[in-house]
């Protein structure tokens, strides 16, 4: 029985080694063909000579908005002392140097004109810019039996002109050495709004109304991320002053462009 055993465990090593050689032919036999077809001759990988990976990163919109001004003034376009006109109406512009005694610093005309505020695109975004004021006319300025008294703004790129040796605005005699380079480098960029639709024309300012101030102020560093805002005032002969030192806001919010 041993025997028997011995040579039935032989055969079975025998066909063994057998069928494992003609699988392994077979196997050889197929990959030659997957290889004359245009494989590679290898299984378990891409067929292309190229893979595509991924990357993925989100950006935030960021609405940011500040205004500029010289240092001297913190973002107030002042009119300083007013007098009241014999006749008509006086229509003071701050984006002029008005003259008349209308306005006065006491020296006879107004020597911090013109004057503006720079509203500049901080952020990451193109923004539509509106100014709204919770202040009447009457509050600021006072009353009249005309109903003439006004005030207005009008947005445009107007802006001072200036250069490294010093800037032209009248404060003080204040010159680019004693204020620092900053604020001429911005009024140099405060010029701009290529890609803005503003309101180039006196618009009377009535309360809590919502003004289009640039309807496209793109960001980056360029001139365009700037729009100046200017004020005029309206006094009429008649006019009964609402008091000294009289101010109003001027609130200015920005929109996503969609």
Not at 187 to 203: A, P, R, V
Request: with cysteine.
């Amino acid at each position: 029985m041993a025997d028997i055993s011995n040579k039935t465990l032989a055969l079975l090593l025998v066909a063994a080694i057998v069928v494992s050689l003609g699988g392994l032919f077979i196997s050889l036999d197929r990959l030659g063909r997957i290889q004359q077809l245009g494989g590679s001759g290898f299984t378990g990988f891409a067929v292309s000579n190229f893979s595509q990976g991924r990357s993925n990163v989100s950006i935030s919109n960021v609405i940011a908005m500040s205004i500029h001004q010289d240092p001297n003034n913190e973002n107030l376009i002042d009119f300083q002392t007013c007098t009241i006109p014999q006749l008509g109406r006086s229509n003071v512009s701050s984006n002029s140097t008005n003259s008349g005694g209308f306005c006065t610093d006491g020296s006879g005309d107004i020597d911090n004109f013109p004057d503006n505020l720079t509203i500049r695109n901080d952020g990451n975004v193109n923004l539509l810019v509106k100014l709204r004021s919770p202040n009447t006319t009457q509050e600021f300025l006072g009353s009249s039996g005309t109903s003439a008294a006004f005030w207005a703004f009008k947005s445009d790129n107007e802006s001072y002109t200036a250069s490294w040796g010093g800037c032209t605005k009248n404060v003080n005699n204040m010159t680019a050495a004693g204020m620092g380079y900053d604020w001429c480098d911005e009024i140099l960029n405060s010029s701009g709004s290529g890609n803005c639709t503003m309101t180039k024309q006196w618009q009377k300012i009535s309360p809590n109304i919502d003004y289009k101030v640039c309807d496209n102020l793109t960001f980056g560093n360029n001139a365009n991320r700037n729009v100046s805002v200017w004020l005029q005032i309206g006094i009429p002969f008649d006019l009964i002053p609402a008091g000294q030192d009289r101010k109003v806001i001027l609130n200015f919010t920005a929109e996503v462009l969609t």
